[in-house]
């Protein structure tokens, strides 16, 4: 193959470059691929977001083709571009890496070139020859990066919410199915490591349950109203330069009726372009789940801890070899991956909040750091979720003569006792149980504190895991 075969010329701003003759951007693009080699992770790496920014170019087009703006040809070429790309092809050529400079320039770029030589390819020309349609004067007509990256941000993360709300249904559900699974099978309450009161096993899954069904709550009813105010129409700063009067409306119009989400005109256009207030909420709700979800497998890996000097109230499902040295032993390699899932969220929300602190003026060019985090932990956290229901929570099995035992034998089995036998009383059983080694209720016994019906009364599981009147004579 020739050299001219292998490159075409392409010319911006700064002069030429030679861009790879089979690739379906262009100058711009290359430009940024040539300057930010950083995270390596491109905008193909999100697929919503991809869609996304298709979704807004198309919205434009139909608005800019009902006003005149651009021929039925070039409507069309645009308009068929888009569903290429929106039908998955194409998106290997979303080269440019997340973290760029330039507030996003590049990757509106990218997108605008792509579609440009889709399109002109489709109306019978080659790729590169702008003369018939133009990347900046056709598909980003009436736009700004300022306008159309940030309304793809928002869209793409509406994108992808639907999923990550059936991720984290998927894991209350099964830990509901746990917790009717448990429910009759008693054990000790822990607060501070130590032994408390008992509960029963069903108890505990069931507020695993309840502490992540608060925040499914909150994601569906929050989450998409932060997320629907765009300032698409404002293009360089919220002023409107350069787009018809009417074409906010249309286009946001277009933009809700394309992609089944029922965004709006934001309010105020220039403050909508520099604010990142909503992304800053967003991505603190990522991370509010994370840490619960981290917490809950801090306490699966306690619970299971063992198999022997350990907890072990419940196993968790072996899914690997745990040691290249240490024959038979078996790791909670699942609660430890979505640990490390949570951490990198945490992380990446403390990024979010520098980015967006650190706007200046009408514009915040820390937005590709902000888009790049909020989509990361969006789909982490999916992923964890998709795990850990799985290839944990369902295959849990409970040590129901275990949890017994450890009941029978605990000293925190006073505090039912005491008020029937006193505080001194309970003080003194449980310091001698401590000392001798021996169990609670056969030093009850012993002493004759109580009757053996009043006893066995008040150790019946039922009255010992909820709330009840009680009746005491002393």
């Known amino acids: 193959m020739s050299h001219s075969q292998e490159y075409r010329i392409e010319e911006d701003l700064l002069g030429q470059l030679e861009v790879p003759a089979d690739v379906y951007y262009g100058v711009q ?32 087009a139909d608005a800019n083709y009902e006003l005149g703006g651009l021929t039925k040809e070039k409507h069309e070429a645009i308009t068929y571009a888009c569903q290429r790309i929106l039908a998955g092809e194409y998106h290997e050529q979303f080269v440019v890496d997340m973290i760029q400079g330039g507030a996003g320039t590049s990757t509106n770029m990218n997108a605008n070139e792509v579609i440009a030589n889709v399109a002109l390819e489709h109306m019978g020309y080659q790729k590169g020859e702008y003369q018939h349609l133009h990347p900046n004067n056709d598909v980003n007509m009436a736009q700004s990066t300022n306008d159309a990256y940030p309304t793809a941000i928002r869209l793409g993360l509406l994108l992808g919410h639907k999923r990550l709300l059936e991720s ?57 109203e932060l997320l629907l105010d765009v ?31 029922p965004v709006r005109a934001a309010k105020d256009l220039i ?8 992304f800053v909420l967003f991505s603190g709700m990522l991370k509010r789940t994370a840490t619960k979800l981290s917490k809950i497998c801090n306490d699966l890996r306690l619970l299971s801890s063992g198999p022997r000097t350990g907890i072990q109230e419940i196993n968790l499902p072996p899914r690997q070899p745990g040691s290249s040295i240490m024959p038979g032993k078996v790791n909670p390699v699942i609660p430890e991956a979505v640990n490390q899932v949570a951490f990198e969220i945490i992380g990446n929300d403390l990024a979010v909040t520098l980015a967006a602190e650190a706007g200046q003026l009408q514009l915040n060019v820390m937005e590709p750091l902000i888009a790049y985090k909020l989509f990361d932990s969006t789909r982490l956290l999916q992923r964890a979720l998709d795990m850990l229901c799985s290839l944990c929570i369902e295959g849990i099995t409970a040590n129901e003569a275990h949890c017994k035992h450890l009941v029978e034998n605990s000293i925190g089995l006073v505090t ?11 003080s003194r059983i449980a310091k001698k149980a401590f000392a001798s080694g021996r169990a609670v209720l056969e030093l009850v ?11 066995q009364e008040i150790l019946r599981p039922e009255n010992m895991i909820t709330p009840r009147m009680l009746t005491v004579e002393r």
């Open 29 to 60: 693009t290359l430009r940024a691929v040539n300057n930010f080699d950083l995270s390596g992770i491109t905008l193909s790496h999100f697929p919503n977001f991809v869609n996304a920014l298709v979704v807004v170019k198309q919205a434009a």
């Open 416 to 426: 039912a006792l005491n008020p029937y036998i006193g505080y001194q009383n309970s």
């Open 271 to 278: 403050e909508a372009t520099s604010d990142m207030g909503d």
């Open 445 to 455: 016994r012993e002493e004759g504190l109580l009757e053996e019906d009043v006893l």
């Open 231 to 261: 300032n698409l129409g404002g293009t360089a700063i919220g002023t409107g330069i350069n787009a018809d009067p009417k074409y906010q409306g249309i286009a946001v119009r277009r933009l809700a009726e394309i992609s089944g989400h």
């Open 168 to 224: 984290l249904a998927c894991t209350i559900e099964a830990f509901k199915a746990k917790s009717k699974e448990f429910d009759h099978i008693l054990k000790m309450g822990r607060t501070q490591l130590q032994d408390a009161v008992p509960m029963t096993l069903g108890q505990e899954f069931f507020a695993f349950a309840t502490n992540l069904e608060e925040d499914l709550e909150r994601f569906e009813s929050w989450a998409p």
